[in-house]
Structure formats: structure tokens, C-alpha cells
């Protein structure tokens, strides 16, 4: 039948409408069809009470579910990292995220991770950041946070630790405020950095009294002096504390890469490597904080076959066993994050070279190596 003779004869409309009224016949039916083909829902339950068990009470992993939609691999992500044998993972919980409209909240992903996390038997360490744009200039990056809105920062980090009390201790302030980037392109400073902490600490304890604050998480760089773009960590802690930072945290977050040192190679100021840890705990030492204990939060090695910075697997994968070994040893250190368990879906840079585990949920050798070594 022709539905344009129909139209221009306009000599039988009855045959016309029947025809219309068949064709959506035929429309509900391949919908229900569509619908009998759909793969049901996955129902996600949070299961049984979990313990992870371990050789090695500091093994940790950066496990990014940020930008993870899908619940039942948030869930199979935080398996996978208890029957690796790691207790402890850093996650990311993005202001912007949960704080789009300003006192407007929104918990229910960041509650599934953690609720994940903690029926596998993980303890979290929460990192924040990322400003939302109700709280910075038009067109400024994320990381771009004017000291005025430092209060706004602070009243999110009450809410955040309210929020998750009793299920969140451990929280990291920023991310490597000692790269120009990560500090909004405002310039690196240091002084401003510790007047963030100083903003945030007293509101954090008035949420929970037993909360631990984290500091620093600065990226490991041998920037010379005056750099715009980044400052050496060193001399960026000695100005923290300079600045009065010691009354305004409870932990010192530590990033330790390798590179293309081993793990064993002795520290020096002339060279980022993983044992350059020990010359942060020298600085702590100095300035009278011995007493605080340090958190490894970021770290580890790159094994793609072209980047610069990158070594062997096998030697990845000895170098990290080692890592973990060292951290054993060191008592002032309570945990060894590595970066990063898995991602989302495949970066498709050297980044991918990081994980342990590919975005389908295949296990990478390393994963298998630290399984072992975990006693699992």
C-alpha cells in the first residue's frame, strides 16, 4: 500500500487509518520484543560482611570509582581489591560531585562506594577537591580555589566528614598544591596552602573529634627554586611548616613514585625515587612532628614499553613487592597506596601502564604478583 496515494487521492481514509493503526501495532510489538531481548537489570546487593586477609596489614591501592556509573562494578572493582589482599584503598570524592548547587547535597554515589568498601572490609581514605562552579571565577579550572571561598571548602568538609562519620577517618586536603596546576594556576604558595588547613581543621573535628586530617599529598619534583610551574616537595613541607601548618593536620599524605629508580636505591634531594619518603620523615623530624605518622597515598611504577619514566614489568612488578616490604619496616608509616588499582575505561596514554587491573576486569600480572605475596 501506498501511504503517498492515499494522501493525495484522499479517496479512503478508512484504509488509511487502519494501515496507521497497524503500523503501530507493529511498533508495540518489536518494543516488546526489544524488551523480552534486554538483559534483566543486575540486581546489586551489598552481600556478607567481609575480612581481608593479608600478610602485610599497609598494602594499598588508589582505586579511582569516581567516574564508575555502573554499581556491580564498583562492587566487583572492591572484591577484587580484598582477594588481592590490600585493606586499604584511596578514593577520590570530587566536591563538585556531590556539591553541584551550592548547600545542595547529593551522597548516593559517594554512599555506594563506601558502603561497598566497607562490607569488603577496606578502610577508606577519602581525598577532596575539584571545585564546583558556584564557588570559583567563570572559565577558571576546577582546582582554582580563591582564598574567600576557603570557608566554603571548609563547611563542604564538615558536611563530608558528618556525613560519613563512623564509616570515613582518614581525609586528604587537596591534591599537590605544590604543582602549579593542581593550585588553579594561582601561583604555588605554600603560606595559602596552610591557611586552607587551618580554615578546614577546626571545622573537620567539630564534624568528629576523631577524625584524622591528611596534609600535604605533594607530588615528588625536583623543580628548581622559583619555578612557576611546580616547587620541590622539600621545600614546599618546609614551608608549611613554616607557616604554622603543623597545629592543622593529623597525618602527613606522601607521594612516592619510582620511576625509573628501583625501590632500594638509597634517597638524595637530586633524585625523585620511592625512598625519597625518608627525606620527608627528616623534615617532619626536624620541625618537631615526629610524633605523626605518614600515610603513603600516591605512588608506585609505570611499566608501558615507550614512556620515559617507565621500567620493565617484571621490574614493576619487584620494585612494588618491595615498596610494600618497605613500608612493612618503616613504623612510622601506616599505609602504601599504589597508584591505581583500575580505571573506568582505558585512558589510551601511558597512564593505562599504572593499573592493576584493565577496565574489563582483567587481572594484570602485577595483580596476580601482590595476590601472592598477600598470601592469598
Given at each position: 500500500m501506498r501511504f503517498d496515494k492515499i494522501l493525495l487521492d484522499r479517496h479512503d481514509w478508512r484504509e488509511f487509518i487502519v494501515?496507521?493503526?497497524r503500523l503501530g501495532q507493529v511498533v508495540v510489538l518489536l518494543s516488546i520484543i526489544y524488551w523480552l531481548a534486554a538483559p534483566p537489570p543486575i540486581l546489586v546487593t551489598l552481600g556478607s560482611s567481609q575480612i581481608v586477609h593479608s600478610t602485610n596489614p599497609k598494602i594499598g591501592v588508589h582505586t579511582r570509582l569516581t567516574d564508575e556509573a555502573d554499581e556491580w562494578k564498583i562492587k566487583k572493582t572492591l572484591e577484587m581489591v580484598r582477594e588481592m589482599g590490600s585493606p586499604w584503598i584511596v578514593e577520590y570524592f570530587p566536591w563538585a560531585y556531590i556539591e553541584n548547587a551550592e548547600n545542595e547535597f547529593d551522597w548516593s554515589h559517594a554512599d555506594q562506594i563506601v558502603d561497598h568498601a566497607r562490607r569488603q572490609g577496606l578502610t577508606v581514605i577519602a581525598r577532596l577537591g575539584f571545585v564546583p562552579e558556584w564557588a570559583r571565577p567563570r572559565n577558571s579550572v576546577t582546582s582554582y580555589l580563591d582564598e574567600a571561598r576557603y570557608q566554603d571548602f571548609a563547611q563542604f568538609t564538615y558536611e563530608f566528614i558528618n556525613h560519613f562519620k563512623g564509616r570515613i577517618r582518614y581525609v586528604i586536603i587537596w591534591n599537590e598544591p605544590n604543582v602549579n596546576f593542581e593550585w588553579g594556576y594561582q601561583g604555588i604558595d605554600p603560606a595559602g596552602y596552610t591557611r586552607m588547613l587551618a580554615a578546614i581543621y577546626p571545622r573537620a573535628k567539630e564534624a568528629d573529634p576523631s577524625v584524622q586530617i591528611l596534609a600535604g599529598a605533594l607530588a615528588p619534583t625536583l623543580a628548581p627554586s622559583g619555578s612557576a610551574d611546580a616547587m620541590n616537595d622539600l621545600e614546599y613541607l618546609q614551608k608549611m611548616y613554616d607557616s604554622g601548618a603543623k597545629d592543622y593536620?593529623?597525618?602527613l599524605s606522601v607521594h612516592a613514585y619510582g620511576w625509573t629508580s628501583r625501590a632500594d636505591e638509597a634517597p638524595t634531594p637530586t633524585r625523585v625515587n620511592f625512598r625519597r619518603t625518608e627525606l620527608v620523615r627528616d623534615i617532619m623530624i626536624r620541625n618537631g612532628d615526629a610524633a605523626k605518622r605518614v600515610m603513603l597515598t600516591e605512588g608506585?611504577?609505570?611499566d608501558h614499553p615507550?614512556?620515559?619514566?617507565?621500567?620493565?614489568?617484571?621490574e614493576r612488578i619487584e620494585d612494588t613487592l618491595r615498596a610494600y616490604d618497605l613500608c612493612k619496616q618503616w613504623v612510622w608509616v601506616d599505609a602504601c597506596v599504589m597508584w591505581a588499582f583500575r580505571y573506568p575505561f582505558p585512558a589510551q596514554t601511558y597512564q593505562d601502564y599504572f593499573t592493576f587491573v584493565t577496565p574489563d576486569f582483567d587481572p594484570k600480572p602485577i595483580y596476580l604478583e601482590v595476590q601472592k605475596y598477600a598470601g592469598n
Open positions: 494501515a496507521v493503526w593536620f593529623d597525618i608506585g611504577w609505570n615507550r614512556w620515559t619514566k617507565a621500567v620493565r614489568p617484571a
